[in-house]
């Protein structure tokens, strides 16, 4: 049983590679596992694409629970870890997630095929002065965050502008959870909440690493918001995902987070949205053919849209229905993003302490001209 186990495995993860999945399904039924596979988002039963046998045994979690690590006896909690596998269609990472169901244990295979290259910013698919906007911005330093749905390649986008600016000679730090693949080029710290290092501490460490470019996997509470937004102010680029619908709605998720208006509208520079749109096979024009096994489709490719530092302003001044005070911090601001130096650390002692923008930091500020107002609108 073993070896059928194994060889279903092999079998199943090797087509899914072949059809390009993202994920297998593997779903406890009566005595057997039902498997799905996710193709260019939709969701398909492995027979209606494929000859994997149409009874795949339990054992099959077994095995994939035993190729990623994963305790065998443990049956009641979810698990969750990897193991790169040869396929006679190359070498994939698989992630593999279990959680217990009232039926049995489910598992989810997300594969990543390890010759995919990471893209660069050029080609994500951006517009031309889309692109121009990013590529400015990301020099200038600040905060630039990126949302849209799970799965739309928002890490993707991510890791190409972490990949340039690290090419330009940047120090990069990034806090993941977990580190989907390594980059030799950047310092890449992995979350591990049992030892209390949440996206929030990495990040309060990681400011004293002296960095160029900091990357958070996802902003998803107020601690680790203060300390981006505190990165961003301070001249780092500062790079995140936020869960939101819309890009305007980026900006309203950070101040209902509880950021300072007027440090949010300092801070934030860039809110890159992306979704994905189908391209339709041209064969079948979406009807589905032998060509696109019945999908109707043979991908899909990024659509982005763009929220700039002045549109920025526009929505956190809508949302508290007046305007912001200081105008002029604007200004100061982007001269300050264009010299790194002026760290908190710059012999203020500030440097060993934690949270938000000191009063040392402000005096630092005040001295410089800049006059960040930390009282928020009027
Ligand atoms: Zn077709």
């Known amino acids: 049983m073993v070896t059928m186990a194994s060889e279903a495995v092999d079998e199943i993860i090797a087509v899914a590679v072949w059809l390009r999945a993202s994920d297998i399904h593997f779903d406890p039924v009566a005595d057997h596992l039902a498997i799905r596979f996710r193709i260019h988002g939709k969701l398909i039963d492995a027979d209606a694409v494929s000859h994997v046998?149409?009874?795949?045994?339990?054992?099959?979690?077994?095995?994939?629970?035993?190729?990623?690590?994963?305790s065998l006896t443990e049956r009641r909690r979810p698990q969750d870890g990897q193991v790169r596998l040869e396929t006679p269609h190359g070498a994939v990472d698989v992630r593999v997630a279990t959680m217990p169901t009232v039926r049995g244990e489910r598992v989810v295979a997300r594969l990543l095929p390890a010759d995919t290259e990471w893209r660069t910013v050029a080609s994500l698919g951006l517009e031309p002065a889309q692109l121009h906007e990013l590529r400015k911005t990301a020099a200038m330093g600040g905060m630039i965050l990126i949302a849209g749905r799970v799965g739309v390649g928002k890490s993707t986008t991510l890791h190409a502008i972490l990949a340039e600016r690290s090419q330009a000679g940047d120090s990069v730090l990034t806090i993941e959870d977990p580190v989907e693949r390594k980059i030799d080029a950047y310092s890449q710290v992995e979350v591990d909440e049992r030892v209390g290092l949440t996206f929030a501490e990495g990040l309060r460490n990681a400011l004293r690493q002296d960095p160029d470019v900091l990357m958070v996997g996802e902003i998803r509470d107020e601690a680790t918001a203060q300390i981006a937004v505190r990165a961003g102010l301070i001249g780092h680029l500062m790079l995140s995902t936020i869960h939101a619908d819309n890009a305007e709605q980026v900006v309203l998720r950070l101040l209902e987070l509880g950021i300072d208006a007027s440090l949010l509208a300092s801070a934030l520079r860039l809110v890159i949205w992306q979704t994905l749109t189908p391209i339709l096979c041209e064969h079948c024009h979406g009807h589905g053919c032998g060509d696109c096994i019945g999908?109707?489709?043979?991908?899909r490719r990024a659509i982005f849209s763009l929220l700039r530092a002045d549109q920025i302003v526009e929505v956190v001044?809508?949302?508290?229905?007046?305007?912001?005070?200081?105008?002029?911090?604007?200004?100061?601001?982007?001269?300050w993003h264009g010299d790194r130096r002026l760290s908190v650390y710059s012999g203020s002692g500030a440097a060993e302490r934690e949270g938000d923008i000191t009063v040392a930091e402000q005096a630092e500020m005040d001295r410089?001209?800049?006059?960040?107002?930390?009282?928020?609108?009027?």
């Open 53 to 70: 046998a149409r009874i795949i045994p339990r054992q099959v979690v077994g095995r994939l629970k035993v190729l990623a690590r994963l």
């Open 317 to 335: 001044d809508a949302k508290h229905g007046n305007k912001l005070r200081n105008r002029s911090l604007r200004t100061a601001q982007s001269q």
């Open 368 to 378: 410089d001209g800049y006059g960040v107002s930390l009282g928020g609108s009027e």
């Open 295 to 299: 999908l109707g489709l043979v991908g």
